[in-house]
């Protein structure tokens, strides 16, 4: 057990290092609008576009590497925006870092891109506090697949994160159970010039051109469900 806890430290360690070049903001915002691109072309991502437009917010994680020997770490960098229903308009950004361990027999490296339609004032509250665990303090399901919401299942929306997770151009299966997220503080300053805590960011207009492609990708989104934008 004692080396099965040290494997787990130093595949952490190793993802940790393997990630820096993403705590560039414009690297990370780039990323995550070449995530949002491939996934909208998928032809069943129809209920992602409808989620997000009732969405309070979204995280988008270009990848989250998973590395199994025996047990299994993985970690990732992101980036949060808040969304105004009644207006349409984006809050943010403010960057973050996931990290976790998963059990069972596992073995190989994976790399994940993930994005995380974030329904409801739970949900957006865990990470304008800053440091949370998926499964213990906020709900997350898989993301319901098809080219309508009406057609697919649970459409109560009563998760309050709905994750799609992109491997080698497919949507697929990835749990985020007992990760954990924390504010990517460096990268926060970088971006901003300051330090700041997760919830002045998220209360911040999304109005710089560097966010702005990003915005304009999930705007584009929305719009397929037919729903306002700014």
């Given at each position: 057990m004692i080396l099965a806890g040290l494997g787990v430290v130093l595949l952490l360690a190793?993802?940790?290092?393997?990630?820096?070049?993403?705590?560039?903001?414009?690297?990370?915002?780039?990323?995550?609008?070449?995530?949002l691109r491939e996934m909208s072309s998928q032809e069943d991502c129809g209920t992602m576009s409808d989620l997000l437009a009732k969405a309070q917010g979204v995280a988008i994680f270009p990848s989250v590497v998973k590395v199994g020997l025996g047990l299994g770490a993985r970690y990732g960098k992101g980036i949060v925006l808040k969304r105004d229903l009644a207006t349409g308009r984006w809050y943010g950004p403010s960057f973050v870092e996931m990290m976790g361990v998963s059990y069972g027999l596992q073995l190989g490296v994976q790399s994940t891109a993930l994005v995380l339609v974030i329904t409801n004032q739970a949900g957006m509250k865990s990470f304008e506090e800053g440091t949370f665990t998926f499964g213990g303090d906020v709900t997350v399901a898989a993301g319901p697949l098809g080219r309508h919401l009406e057609a697919a299942t649970d459409t109560q929306l009563k998760a309050s994160i709905y994750s799609y997770s992109m491997s080698k151009g497919a949507f697929i299966g990835f749990s985020l159970e007992g990760a954990k997220v924390t504010p990517d503080e460096s990268s926060n300053e970088l971006y901003w010039k300051t330090a700041a805590s997760p919830s002045e960011l998220l209360r911040r207009e999304a109005r710089d051109s560097r966010i702005r492609p990003l915005i304009s990708e999930l705007n584009a989104l929305v719009l397929r469900a037919g729903r306002k934008v700014i």
């Open positions: 190793g993802l940790v290092s393997s990630a820096e070049a993403s705590t560039v903001p414009e690297r990370r915002i780039e990323d995550a609008v070449n995530v």
